[in-house]
């Protein structure tokens, strides 16, 4: 490569010099040269080559600029300011970048997520694979066309997070909620299909037991453990009921998610005052919309409230269109009156 090492770095002199139809034919001789010579770049190569044709494509219009990009977006090596910069240009330019480049890592993905109009989510959300961070920046941000797309993409992964923000966003809107209901990425075998990444979190939940309260040991569980095994790690002291609820309330949530039903009994135990034979009862057996009262009566979170639900989906009793019903339904329950409801429907027993 050395003949084309001098010609390029002699030509980053003569760019500034040529009319813009000629940097046009200039750019597309450049970019000839780029995938034909691609096997042989060294790394000093291939930052000649960008920037040479940074300069070349900034200086022309939009349309053979997207021209360029379209080209460029298929590459496995490019710069990573060229290649930002054409991410976040106009939407003719960034959408084939931003759809199909594959030197844009997930960290440069998620900044632009979080920065971008609604075209460029759209774009992102049609990318071949998108991990979780980048997929629940889209549905943080994204309108209903970007997330309908991302919705139908078979190469997401989506956050437990995500996923339940994907569901009450598809309350509102049908579209959405077909596809939320009808394809395999966010299905009925939704359960066996999500990854779920395990949250680092830490704390000590008392819980209630018939000999009475005592300290329960803090759970660790692992980041990015497909299995979400949970740690035992000893602990002495009891935080005070406060601190004890907030801590139940976010164990709820993690033992929800990981589907420790055990785990989830005593964490309902400690919010809501019950027995354990109560709770079991609410859980496992009782209607879900007796299920949402007891829990909206006990001011349980909707995300929450999704996440428990994934036990009865997970034990066949739910399918995910009823799940949906469900979150609609508990969303319009006022915790008042979910407490009035409660008290005409407690079981006697287990």
């Known amino acids: ?96 970048v931003l759809e199909r480049c594959v030197c844009i890592d997930e960290e440069d993905l998620v900044k632009i997520a979080q920065s971008c109009d609604a075209e460029h989510l759209h774009a992102l959300a049609g ?80 819980h209630k037991t018939d000999a009475g309260s005592e300290a329960m040991k803090g759970i660790v569980i692992r980041s ?23 801590l139940a309330a976010s164990g709820l949530l993690q033992f929800a998610r990981s589907k420790n039903v055990p785990e989830v009994m005593r964490c309902l135990c400690t919010l809501t005052g019950s027995e354990q034979a109560k709770v079991r009862y609410f859980l496992l057996q009782a209607p879900v919309n007796a299920f949402g009262v007891f829990c909206r009566a006990h001011k349980v979170d909707s995300t929450t409230f999704a996440a428990l639900l994934q036990l009865r989906i997970a034990a066949g009793d739910l399918e995910t269109g009823e799940l949906i019903d469900a979150l609609r339904r508990y969303d319009s329950l006022n915790p008042w009156r979910a407490q009035q409801l409660l008290q005409a429907q407690e079981p006697t027993g287990s």
């Not at 940097?23 to 034909?36: N, R």
């Not at 494509?57 to 910069?85: H, N």
């Not at 970007?146 to 509102?172: E, F, P, T």
């Open 1 to 96: 490569m050395k003949g084309a090492h001098d010609y390029l770095s002699k030509l980053e002199h003569l760019v500034s010099e040529e009319t813009e139809p000629d940097k046009e034919k200039l750019l597309g001789t450049v970019t000839d040269l780029f995938f034909l010579t691609k096997h042989q770049h060294t790394e000093d190569d291939v930052a000649i080559f960008c920037n040479v044709m940074e300069q070349l494509a900034f200086q022309i219009d939009v349309e053979p600029r997207s021209m360029f990009a379209d080209r460029i977006a298929d590459t496995d090596k490019g710069s990573r300011r060229l290649i930002l910069r054409l991410a976040n240009d106009e939407m003719p330019v960034a959408r084939p």
């Open 224 to 246: 990015n453990s497909n299995d979400n095994e949970a740690l035992l790690e000893a602990e002495d002291d009891v935080p005070d009921a406060n601190a004890a609820l907030k």
């Open 127 to 206: 990318r071949s694979a998108i991990g979780t961070l980048v997929s629940d920046a889209i549905v943080d941000r994204g309108d209903e066309d970007a997330l309908v797309r991302l919705a139908g993409n078979a190469g997401i992964v989506l956050s437990w997070r995500g996923y339940s923000q994907m569901l009450h966003r598809a309350l509102s809107s049908k579209d959405l909620r077909e596809i939320v209901e009808n394809r395999g990425v966010v299905g009925r075998d939704l359960i066996s299909k999500i990854w779920l990444r395990g949250m680092d979190w830490m704390g000590k939940i008392p």
